[in-house]
């Protein structure tokens, strides 16, 4: 069976409501019984249905409730009167066919009954409209809240797949270029290096599925890429690890980890003559928990914030945790460079 609409129920609801007020105060206050007081408000209440039914066909019909909030407020005035005129019009013409007017009410002119009927009346179908507008004003005002938050979400979820679009493409490159340097110099350990990216590959066709991974397991990709980047620098790279086991279970962002690992050596380690450290550390800070990567090298006044990666690793934090994160880059001592991930816990 089909449900009646929340319109049609208050249309149906309002009226009975109204007849039973009505009834109630001729009970309990009206001086003197009226012989067709029940017909009389039987016609009543019909009238009022069709003619408030009407007037939310004129709203629906010329889009009254798109209009500027001022000018709502303007139709609404202008139309309940208009109505008000037409319920009165209709329901003297009607009074008088079915014999229903009584005696005291003959003696009046039509026009004055009209006025008299429109002035009592105005204030129903003002109270009528005042609720129907305010419904959907309320209404369109949470259906605008929440296609705004549905397309702030879109927004982020695409930034967010844009981002790591960007990421792994920018990984693989240099990956590549690692594993090219060896195929001539020593086959065997190019046949080392394939296999590590083989597992770093997999590793981010997971990362892709998903918004957070846990620590242990970036960290993991991280192994594998600094494993293959060993490769190419030999004793020129130096790794170090600081890592509190109590974070391992703590959700990172995919490849993000990687990313600022990728930087220290990109900007960091490559440029030493002699190499250099990478020290990757995580461990817990008041209430939030923090991955620092520290690399031998300097900024030399240099923003990395400029770059994909990093300027990647800063909008990612803002997609996902909002104030909650942040990221700062900076020389730590003359000879290191420090990158710290702030995240939440």
């Given at each position: ?220 990709i991280v192994k594998d890429y600094l494993a293959l980047e060993h490769i190419r620098f030999e004793?020129r790279l130096h790794v170090e690890y600081d890592i509190d086991e109590d974070t391992l279970d ?96």
């Open positions: 069976m089909r449900k009646l609409s929340p319109y049609w129920l208050c249309q149906i609801g309002g009226w009975s409501l109204y007849g039973l007020i009505n009834v109630f105060f001729y009970y309990t206050i009206s001086p003197k019984t009226e012989a067709n007081f029940y017909n009389t408000l039987l016609l009543y209440m019909a009238e009022g249905f069709v003619i408030s039914h009407l007037m939310r066909t004129v709203i629906q019909q010329y889009g009254l409730l798109n209009l500027p909030i001022t000018r709502q407020i303007i139709t609404l005035f202008s139309l309940t009167l208009v109505f008000a005129f037409l319920y009165s019009i209709v329901d003297n013409l009607m009074v008088s066919q079915l014999g229903l007017e009584t005696e005291t009410v003959k003696k009046y002119s039509f026009g004055i009954k009209v006025v008299r009927i429109a002035v009592g009346t105005f204030f129903f179908l003002c109270m009528w409209n005042l609720i129907y507008f305010s419904y959907h004003y309320i209404m369109k005002s949470r259906k605008d809240q929440l296609d705004k938050v549905r397309l702030e979400s879109l927004v982020k979820e695409l930034e967010l797949k844009t981002i790591k679009a960007h990421i792994n493409p920018h990984f693989i490159f240099n990956a590549l270029n690692s594993i090219r340097a060896l195929v001539d110099e020593d086959p065997e350990r190019a046949r080392t290096a394939i296999t590590e990216l083989s597992n770093i590959l997999r590793s981010s066709m997971y990362a892709e599925k998903v918004e957070t991974t846990s620590l242990e397991r970036e960290l993991s004793d703590l959700p990172v962002p995919p490849m993000m980890l990687q990313t600022l690992v990728e930087n220290a050596i990109k900007h960091g380690i490559s440029k030493q003559k002699e190499g250099g450290v990478i020290k990757v550390m995580s461990d817990f800070k008041d209430n939030h928990y923090e991955l620092v990567v520290q690399n031998t090298g300097h900024l030399n006044g240099r923003s990395l914030k400029d770059g994909f990666g990093i300027s990647g690793t800063i909008n990612r934090l803002h997609l996902m945790f909002g104030d909650n994160a942040f990221f700062d880059i900076k020389d730590k001592d003359s000879n290191l460079v420090e990158a710290k991930v702030v995240l939440p816990v």
